[in-house]
């Protein structure tokens, strides 16, 4: 079946570490997009990518990196800048009609 | 810039009956789309329902339907005949229609929905 793939679901780091978030997607759409959830509140926009090889910061890009060298893939790096990693992200992709198609998302926490 | 503003952190409903979850957003643009995603424990965010801004008519899934005013910047979602299933924290969202924001949702806070048996 066609959908988002996430992974890992849990992850744990220690502090002062990069760690990198998967999303692979086979429902050919073009533009993703990773959103970070805190508890008890919205979606935040972190990266979004509009077509291979280029994409833009969101609302909340600073201590992430992203990479989009494949129409399926788009990996988040949450880097040691990030002061306060320990969030749910969520991976999605944009269909044809303006809405948004989510991963499972992956929970990651700092040690 | 958009805001979205869901002003009822928690809701809950008996089963069978019917209950309506308020969203307002801010906007000085006209072509933009409106959105209600669920969100179960599960966490996986669902679309439930989608509303373009130049439809004067509103949408309608199944049980679920929006009453969309848009001179008063009001999108509520409707849940008839609620579900035990229905329980989850629902998001209201917002997107501009034009290019330079291309597929970016603006969410709202989110309201808690409780559903009693």
């Known amino acids: 079946d066609g959908g988002i793939t996430q992974s890992p679901k849990y992850l744990f780091r220690k502090e002062g570490q990069n760690v990198t978030l998967s999303c692979e997607q086979n429902l050919n759409h073009d533009a993703m997009y990773w959103y970070r959830q805190d508890p008890g509140q919205g979606l935040r926009l972190i990266y979004y990518?509009?077509?291979?090889?280029?994409?833009q910061k969101g609302d909340i890009a600073e201590g992430y990196s992203v990479s989009r060298e494949k129409k399926e893939s788009f990996p988040l790096t949450v880097t040691s800048a990030q002061k306060n990693p320990t969030a749910f992200y969520l991976c999605?992709?944009?269909?044809?009609?303006?809405?948004?198609?989510f991963g499972e998302g992956s929970r990651l926490t700092v040690l | 810039a958009q805001t979205v503003t869901q002003s009822q952190p928690e809701m809950s409903v008996q089963e069978a009956e019917t209950v309506t979850l308020s969203c307002t957003y801010d906007t000085s643009e006209s072509d933009y789309y409106l959105f209600w995603y669920k969100q179960p424990p599960s966490r996986q965010m669902i679309l439930v329902i989608r509303q373009e801004a130049y439809k004067q008519q509103n949408a309608t899934e199944n049980r679920f339907s929006v009453n969309f005013q848009k001179a008063a910047k009001s999108f509520s979602l409707k849940i008839s005949d609620s579900q035990l299933g229905d329980a989850a924290m629902y998001f209201c969202?917002?997107?501009?229609?034009?290019?330079?924001?291309?597929?970016?949702?603006?969410f709202g806070q989110g309201t808690i929905l409780t559903v009693h048996p």
């Open positions: 990518s509009q077509i291979v090889n280029d994409f």
């Open positions: 999605a992709s944009l269909g044809a009609y303006g809405e948004l198609f």
């Open positions: 969202a917002y997107r501009y229609g034009g290019g330079t924001s291309y597929g970016k949702l603006t």
